[in-house]
């Protein structure tokens, strides 16, 4: 049974009125050490990856059968790429490594923070950024244990075909939130029970499309960021992308814990069922078609509807 993508985008847009500040406070720190890795790498291995770009264009223009000034070319390069590795400092590639460490282990369990943020807000508590970011690293090790099972299963899957993993990352994407609701969870525990909640018809495609509807803002962004690149500079124009990037982030965390909630509890279920059969209501369909699609009895939303309205009246 497919779920319309509009439904958790809606209720993303629900949960956020009013606690935007917060939601992207909670989701820029959540990924912040991500965030300066690649700061760090980019200004560090500029001339690295200026020398890589000249020589993936050069290469992808070489024929079968190279011509002499083309295999010197491509050694001067191949030279030029060695000098630029061996300019940067030893204190550079220390930090280097630190950096992407700790962002290695620390991240998983900032996710899984930021992943219980959005939960509670769908119940609309605002837990603050404090727990919202930290409420999760008191079981760093579990975190970071489930994300390397998970992404080690996605990565073997991925080893047949392209399809294959990304059927896999659907079918694990909810371990992180079953884990981030309920600490006490082990990191087998948590891929089990989102492998289960995941397996029922329709909903691996119904998250699916549901990533993929944000794939228009993101196209969005990439358009609106080469408009501003000529009309107010380059650094205007980063920081401008970066927080519509970031905004996009958080309302993509706020669909899927919407998503994650219908799923993982009963009152979300019915809440989805009872929008869904009333939109089919409004469009036309008829309630057999209804009940065969598995969205319940839709009589049961009309007696509601008539025992509210009689309410307000008297």
Known sequence: MMMGSFLFKQKAREML??????????????????????????????????????????????????????TQQVLDLYNRLFSALRSIPDTVWTALIAVNLLALVVTPALVLGCNYYFIRLVDHEDIGVRQGLFGRLRILPKALWLHVRMYAQIFLWSLLLVVPGIIAALRYSMAAYYLAEDPSLSAGEALRRSKEVMKEKGRKPSYFMLLISFVGWSLLISIVQMLLISLVGTVATLVASQFMSLALSTYVNASCAAFYYTLSHDNGLDSLFATMRRRMKQAGISD??????????????????????????A
Do not use: C, H, Y
Request: aromatic share 6%; charged share 20%; hydrophobic share 40%.
């Open 288 to 313: 057999s078609d209804i009940r065969a699609a598995g969205f319940g009895q839709p009589e049961e939303d009309a007696d509601d509807e008539s025992g509210a309205d009689g309410g307000d009246d």
């Open 17 to 70: 009125k009013g606690n935007w500040q917060t939601a992207l406070v909670v989701s820029f720190f959540s990924g912040v050490l991500l965030t300066v890795a690649q700061v760090l790498q980019s200004v560090s291995f500029k001339d690295v990856q200026s020398v890589m770009d000249s020589l993936t264009v050069l290469i992808s223009r070489l024929g079968a059968e190279p011509t002499g000034t083309q």
